[in-house]
């Protein structure tokens, strides 16, 4: 079955506490990228990655790193949790082509206390 | 500055009563215009692109528009199953996204 998978589905973490958010895709896309989803704002880009060892700042890409060694895998990794960066958090994935329909993972619930 | 924005909020239909969604967006370099759709607890689900100003693509009850400034996501005849929100989003400078906050639609038996 062709699928975004993250994990995990929910987290809840102290201040300053470094973690990861991993993201795996089967579809052998080129184009990956990470979302928040916040009340009111609507989902808005972290960052994203056009293919292995390449990627770029998305619209909110302060306190988050990313990495893409392999085509499959874009983890989510923040190094220092702030409380502003609870959220619901979305990768996706796509095809490169003249527009990328985006096939999106069932989301990771933080919480960052 | 908004670079899309959707109207109204939220929607509230009669089973059979037809209706639009409305997306706005001001982004220059468009490279597509997509419309998903997002039930409670999931992530969005792929709908529709559209490309150019007069661009039209249907599935079932659902019909994307498409103008220089906007786009319409006209539902024909909802059901209930239809009930979720709708996001519109807007790709520009090749690889980047900007989505709009959303309408939630609510059809009634």
């Known amino acids: 079955e062709a699928q975004v998978t993250q994990n995990p589905r929910y987290l809840i973490t102290v201040t300053g506490k470094k973690l990861t958010v991993t993201c795996s895709q089967n579809?052998?896309?080129?184009?990956m990228s990470w979302y928040r989803q916040d009340p009111g704002l609507g989902l808005r880009q972290i960052y994203y990655?056009?293919?292995?060892?390449?990627?770029d700042k998305g619209d909110v890409p302060e306190g988050y790193k990313v990495s893409r060694k392999e085509k499959r895998n874009f983890p989510l990794i923040l190094e220092s949790p702030s409380p502003n960066q609870t959220s619901l958090y979305f990768c996706?994935?796509?095809?490169?082509?003249?527009?990328?329909?985006?096939?999106f993972g069932p989301g990771t619930r933080l919480t960052v206390t | 500055e908004d670079q899309v924005t959707q109207s109204p909020e939220a929607l509230r239909l009669q089973e059979g009563e037809s209706s639009s969604l409305n997306c706005s967006y001001t982004?220059?370099?468009?490279?597509?215009l997509f419309w998903y759709r997002q039930d409670p607890g999931k992530g969005p689900e792929f709908l529709f692109t559209?490309?150019?100003a007069g661009e039209e693509k249907e599935k079932e009850r659902l019909k994307a528009t498409l103008t220089k400034k906007e786009s319409f996501l006209h539902i024909t005849a909802p059901k209930p199953e239809d009930s979720a929100t709708y996001l519109c989003?807007?790709?520009?400078?090749?690889?980047?996204?900007?989505f709009g906050s959303g309408t939630k639609l609510n059809v009634k038996p």
């Open positions: 559209l490309y150019s």
């Open positions: 579809m052998n896309h080129e184009y």
């Open positions: 996706a994935s796509s095809f490169s082509g003249r527009a990328y329909e985006q096939y």
């Open positions: 982004v220059s370099g468009l490279r597509g």
């Open positions: 990655s056009m293919n292995v060892e390449v990627t």
């Open positions: 989003a807007v790709q520009w400078n090749f690889n980047k996204f900007y």
